[in-house]
């Protein structure tokens, strides 16, 4: 199982509501990878604009949003035991904590 911490209150993405046509949004992981896939925009600008709200021109609205993570299923850390407990990264490590359950767990488990 991996040991990654399965929330991070930095963590956030870029959404971009284009203006032409209505309604289409893109989703980016980061702000330079939007900023390389859309060159008319400037990384430093955006950055500039953003850390204090939104952004806004003629061809779109630009906004940070802070990523929350799924919350974690209710089972006991006994099935656990080699791991930290709050550092499991539940969605990454899922096919191994069903096997876990399934193999060591009773029916209220599964």
């Known amino acids: 199982m991996k040991n990654l911490a399965n929330t991070n ?3 956030r993405i870029v959404l971009v509501h284009w203006k032409n046509p209505p309604g289409r949004v893109e989703v980016f992981s980061n702000l330079k990878i939007f900023c390389q896939s859309c060159p008319q925009f400037n990384y430093h600008t955006l950055d500039n604009h953003l850390s204090k ?3 806004e021109n003629d061809a779109a609205r630009i906004e940070r ?6 919350p974690r299923p209710d089972l006991p850390k006994r099935f656990f035991w080699e791991s930290d407990y709050d550092q499991i990264d539940w969605q990454a490590s899922y096919r191994t904590i069903i096997q876990r359950i399934l193999e060591r767990g009773r029916e209220k488990e599964w």
Request: hydrophobic residues 25%; proline residues 17%; charged residues 25%.
């Open 9 to 11: 209150p930095s963590r």
């Open 53 to 55: 709200g939104s952004y």
């Open 65 to 70: 949003k802070p990523i929350f993570a799924r």
